[in-house]
């Protein structure tokens, strides 16, 4: 998997915009980002991906630049539900098969 | 919930026991994946299925480790002779097999948490 660099921790209060970015320099034209996170004591769950053009579903927004080096995905009304670590992934050749998580960054939603 | 389904949520077991987690995938799903996940990081890649056929299983951690999905539908992991280092949680995904760029999401299951003591 191309690699990606997330920040460890980020902090937002409830009913802002939680925005997350993630680096995925060494991406290459075929391959997608996909966003996934995990609740404490769940699985992952799936959110969002994109190539590159700007995705939004019921979930989240996916920005990603144009040169698709660097995405952000935004929670645009954060809860103290979406508290959970959320995952940046590039799968290898855009397979989406064997991901690799990495650590991903821990959002804490306060009131 | 017709979501995936992992069984059981909790094992614990003495060192030297086999253990074995069973996955039923969501049912229109052809693919099926295992991952182990311990405290602090990312669920890490073992192998996965196609159907019954497992394309990829270079990731399992040692010989102890198999896997199998007899009739394409659920799937068996089993941990031979189990250590302290196999302490972790076992988690289970599925998905459709698509051309890139369709929805390729992975779905999991809560996972087994496995103990050795």
């Known amino acids: 998997d191309a690699k990606t660099t997330q920040p460890p921790s980020m902090d937002c209060a409830e009913g802002r915009a939680a925005n997350l970015p993630c680096n995925h320099s060494?991406?290459?034209?075929?391959?997608?980002v996909y966003w996934y996170r995990q609740i404490h004591s769940q699985g992952p769950q799936y959110i969002i991906h994109?190539?590159?053009n700007n995705e939004t579903n019921e979930m989240a927004s996916l920005i990603i630049t144009e040169d698709r080096k660097s995405s952000t995905l935004i929670l645009p009304h954060a809860t103290l539900r979406d508290t959970a670590v959320y995952y940046c992934i590039v799968p290898f050749g855009g397979t989406a098969s064997k991901l690799t998580f990495g650590t991903g960054t821990r959002l804490q939603v306060t009131l | 919930d017709t979501g995936v389904s992992q069984n059981p949520r909790h094992k614990i077991t003495k060192r030297g026991q086999n253990v074995t987690f069973r996955c039923d995938p969501i049912s229109e799903h052809n693919r099926l994946y295992w991952y182990r996940q311990t405290l602090g990081q990312g669920p890490e890649f073992l192998t996965y299925f196609q159907n019954e056929a497992q394309l990829e299983k270079s990731r399992l951690l040692s010989d102890r480790f198999s896997a199998e999905r007899p009739k394409g539908s659920f799937s068996t992991l089993e941990i031979q002779r189990t250590e302290q280092g196999d302490s972790a949680m076992y988690l289970c995904?599925?998905?459709?097999?698509?051309?890139?760029?369709?929805?390729?999401?992975?779905?999991f299951g809560n996972g087994t948490r496995l103990t050795v003591t």
């Open positions: 060494t991406i290459s034209g075929n391959e997608y």
């Open positions: 994109g190539l590159k």
């Open positions: 995904a599925s998905s459709f097999a698509t051309p890139p760029g369709a929805n390729r999401a992975l779905h």
